[in-house]
Structures are given as C-alpha cells and as structure tokens.
C-alpha cells in the first residue's frame, strides 16, 4: 500500500483574508488522523501568507491539538503536506481521482466506500475534497469531481472536522478488511 497516495484536501469556505481559530485548529485535528491512517494533507485557500514550514511553527504555537501540532510537523517532514491556493482548472495530478465528499451526492457520480477502498489497493490515488466552514465545499467543485462520495451511506451531513476523522477511518477500516480477505 506503500505506492498510493490518498490525499485528505480541505478547502476552506470560511474567511479568506483573516485567520480564524477554525482555521488552525481544523489543520491541527486532521493532521493526527491523516498520520494515523496514512493520508497526505493538502490545504487550499486558507487566509496564511506563509511558506507550509512556517504554518507547521504557527499551528504548533497556537494550539495544543494534535499533540501541539507535532503531527503536523511529521506530516511536513516526511513531505505529506500541500498548502496551496484552490486551482483555477485542474488539480495537480499526483493526487488522483477527485472526490467530492458530500451528503447529496449526483446519482450519476455517486461512489460507495468500498470502491474507492478497492481501487486504492490496486494503487489508484485520490483527493477527497472537505469543506471547511458553514458552507461546504464551493458549488463549482461539484463538477470537478469524478466522483462523489457520502462516507455515511444516508445521506447525514457531518460537521467538518467529524467527516476529517470520519473519511481516512472508514476507508482505512474497509481496505484493512479486504486485504485480510485475500
């Protein structure tokens, strides 16, 4: 499972100009999970003017989530972290398949868990895109996205930071599954 890349992108909907406590402390909560479960973390259109080095140092100063934001050093240092503006076309292709993660999916571009857990094992790479803010992620995406993916199966919206551990859990859970089965 080495080869694959998962990519846990969260685009933020909330202020673009000014930086939030939201801001910092969604980076320091996904930031344990993506290590856990082994996702990457890509940020797009946060308000920080800085370098992805010099948010890990913000985020560690001003939060003691995420082991003060250790996790997110780790994830710097072994180069699983992206911090960039939200692309006017398309997204860099090392991430993947595009997956909008959404509790009103389109039937036509609705995927289950499960085949995205076993096109993972077969080394194919995805970016699960996340709304940060009351919003959800920017209509628009909508059609960016292959595919769209409700984590809950019932169509339950889930407050962001719910769905940042909810997603990498689930799917991690099910491809640990099927690789027992074979």
């Known amino acids: 499972m080495e080869h694959l890349m998962l990519t846990l992108g969260i685009v933020n909907t909330y202020d673009k100009i000014k930086v939030l406590d939201a801001h910092y402390r969604a980076i320091a909560r996904a930031a344990p999970i993506c290590h856990a479960f ?30 003060s934001g250790s996790y997110l050093k780790i994830l710097y240092e072994k180069n699983h972290l992206s911090v960039s503006d939200l692309p006017k076309k398309g997204f860099p292709s ?16 609705q995927v289950l ?4 857990a076993e096109e993972a094992l077969r080394n194919r790479s995805f970016l699960f895109l996340v709304g940060l803010g009351h919003k959800g992620l920017p209509k628009e995406l909508f059609e960016r996205g292959k595919y769209h993916l409700d984590i809950t199966y019932k169509g339950l919206s889930l407050e962001t930071c719910t769905a940042i551990g909810a997603i990498p859990a689930h799917l991690s859970g099910l491809m640990a599954t099927l690789e027992a089965r074979k």
Request: hydrophobic letters at 40%.
């Open 94 to 109: 090392q991430f993947g398949e595009i997956v909008i993660t959404t509790s009103k999916p389109d039937p036509k571009r």
């Open 38 to 67: 082994g996702f990457h973390l890509a940020l797009y259109d946060f308000p920080f003017k800085m370098t992805a080095e010099e948010l890990v140092a913000f985020v560690m100063e001003k939060t003691t989530i995420g082991e």
């Open 113 to 116: 868990p499960v085949k995205i």
